[in-house]
């Protein structure tokens, strides 16, 4: 996962309000955040962020770089969220036995092997390859984790951002999966808080006024997905803001409750 690079933004000044962008006059902390605008989505990067260690304030890092309004939808990667929250263990990456053991010991079970590429379901009933560790921009010898509750953890950025600019955000948490049957990756949301993570239409009727029997649109996912065009794998930009999303699709939600298909739903397991 990408995550930003360079130096942190210094913190808005007098009149300016926590959450705007660099050098950018806002209304003070405690002003009304702006209501989102219709007229289709915007969606924006987040510069500026600087590298994210252990411990960091990711929500306090994100608040001084962005200008958000009320229902803007915040997309941060996984990678920057698991190293302000200490997910970060020690591997030889020249050793490839050493990060499938790694792999496995983060994975509830193992589904498939090639080589040393080993499909795994993880704890959160995610289906992905190594249990999402990851070594990819992290600083060399250390493997990044997967969130141990990435909902807990969308929740947690959502009530700070909040806390620091008055702002009513969605929050979701993005990492990059593969898909069965499909070349290439696209990153998909596996956590939460503030927006919908799947809009069931069963029951609704289509265009030609037929009933729609199996129609369930995993919002979060495309949200993640339109976020990632704008962050990239290279870039260093760890966080988007999309703009413009439905009303009513703000509310509370759960990629753990939502979008992981139960077992007995799976047919290929």
Do not use: Y
Not at 79 to 86: I, Y
């Amino acid at each position: 996962m990408p995550e930003a690079t360079g130096s942190a933004s210094a913190p808005p000044g007098p009149g300016d309000r926590a959450g705007g962008a660099p050098g950018t006059a806002e209304p003070g902390p405690g002003a009304r955040a702006e209501p989102a605008t219709g007229g289709g989505l915007q969606v924006l990067p987040v510069t500026g962020i600087g590298e994210v260690r252990p411990g960091d304030d990711l929500a306090g890092m994100i608040a001084a770089c962005a200008t958000l309004r009320d229902g803007d939808v915040v997309v941060v990667t996984q990678k920057v969220v698991s190293k302000a929250e200490g997910r970060l263990v020690p591997v030889d990456e020249s050793d490839p036995a050493a990060r499938r053991r790694l792999a496995e010991a983060e994975a509830a079970r193992v589904l498939r092997r090639r080589g040393d590429l080993v499909i795994t379901e993880t704890h959160h009933g995610f289906v992905c390859a190594n249990a999402g560790v990851d070594l990819s921009n992290v600083a060399s010898g250390w493997a990044a984790l997967l969130p141990v509750d990435p909902d807990r953890s969308a929740r947690r950025l959502r009530d700070g951002i909040r806390a620091r600019c008055g702002a009513d955000v969605g929050v979701i948490v993005s990492d990059t999966f593969g898909r069965a049957w499909r070349r290439g990756v696209t990153d998909v949301a596996i956590g939460c808080a503030g927006v919908a993570a799947v809009v069931d239409l069963r029951g609704e009727h289509d265009a030609m006024g037929r009933p729609l029997v199996a129609t369930e649109i995993c919002v979060a996912d495309e949200i993640a997905g339109a976020a990632e065009l704008v962050m990239g794998k290279a870039a260093g930009v760890a966080a988007a803001v999309v703009r413009g999303v439905a009303p009513d699709l703000l509310r509370r939600s759960s990629v753990a409750d939502e979008i992981v298909r139960p077992p007995g739903e799976d047919l290929f397991r």
